[in-house]
C-alpha cells in the first residue's frame, strides 16, 4: 500500500511492492503535492468555486489571485493576505492652485499596498501654493479627479500631513480621503497658508 512521504506533509507514494496502477499512483502524487503548492485563480470568487467538497480549502494553503496580484494563505479558517504584486505609483491630478513637487519632494502620488494583513493607500511627494483666495474656504479639496474605485476607503479615513511653518502658525494640516475619492484638506486659514504641504510616509487603511 502507499506509504506517507518521509517529511511529514501526508503525501501518499506508490511503493514497488503495490499492485501496477499509474493512473493511482500519479492521482495520489497529485492529490498529496497540488494543495500545498501555490493555487493559482482568477479572482477569489473563482477560488471559492473551486475549492469546495474533497477540495475545500484547508489551513496552511496559499493562493494567488490574479485580479488583484495577492498571495493569500488559509488561517484559522480564513484567508490573509501575505504578500501582493508590483503596485506602481500613480500621479495624483491636482486641482487648480497647486503644484508638483512642493518643497522638492517629489510628484505627489499614490499606490495601494498592503500592510499588515490589509490593502491600504500610501502617498509620497508634495505639493506646493503661491498664494491663496482673499476669502480662504473652510477646505480644500486637492484633486482635480477623484481617486478609482480601489483606492477609495470603506469609511472616511482622517490623517494628518506636515507642512511648511512658513507664512503658517501650524505645522500640520487635517486630511480627508473620503469615500468618494476626494482629497481634502483643512487647516488652512488667513494664519495658516503654507507654501507647500508634505506626504512623504503619509498612509491609511482602506
Do not use: H
Not at 467538497?53 to 488583484?68: F, I, Y
Not at 480621503?177 to 498612509?203: E, H
Amino acid at each position: 500500500m502507499p506509504t506517507p512521504d518521509k517529511w511529514g506533509q501526508g503525501i501518499q507514494l506508490w511503493q514497488m511492492t503495490d499492485a501496477p496502477d499509474i493512473p493511482a499512483a500519479v492521482k495520489a502524487i497529485a492529490d498529496g503535492v497540488i494543495p500545498r503548492g501555490v493555487l493559482r485563480f482568477a479572482s477569489s470568487s473563482a477560488r471559492g468555486a473551486t475549492l469546495v467538497g474533497d477540495q475545500a480549502p484547508v489551513d496552511g494553503m496559499l493562493t494567488w489571485l490574479a485580479d488583484v496580484g495577492r498571495l493569500e494563505l488559509r488561517v484559522d479558517g480564513v484567508w490573509v493576505v501575505v504578500a501582493v504584486g508590483n503596485r506602481a505609483w500613480t500621479t495624483i491630478s491636482l486641482a487648480s492652485g497647486w503644484s508638483q513637487n512642493g518643497n522638492s519632494q517629489g510628484t505627489f502620488q499614490y499606490r495601494i499596498v498592503n500592510l499588515f494583513g490589509e490593502d491600504s493607500i500610501m502617498f509620497r511627494g508634495g505639493i506646493g501654493r503661491s498664494s491663496y483666495p482673499g476669502t480662504i474656504p473652510g477646505s480644500f479639496t486637492i484633486n482635480s479627479t477623484a481617486l478609482p474605485a480601489t483606492a477609495r476607503p470603506a469609511t472616511l479615513r482622517t490623517i494628518v500631513v506636515p507642512c511648511s511653518d512658513v507664512s503658517s502658525d501650524r505645522i500640520t494640516l487635517k486630511l480627508d480621503i473620503t469615500t468618494g475619492g476626494q482629497l481634502t484638506l483643512y487647516g488652512i486659514s488667513n494664519t495658516a497658508k503654507p507654501p507647500w504641504i508634505g506626504f512623504n510616509g503619509c498612509f491609511a487603511s482602506l
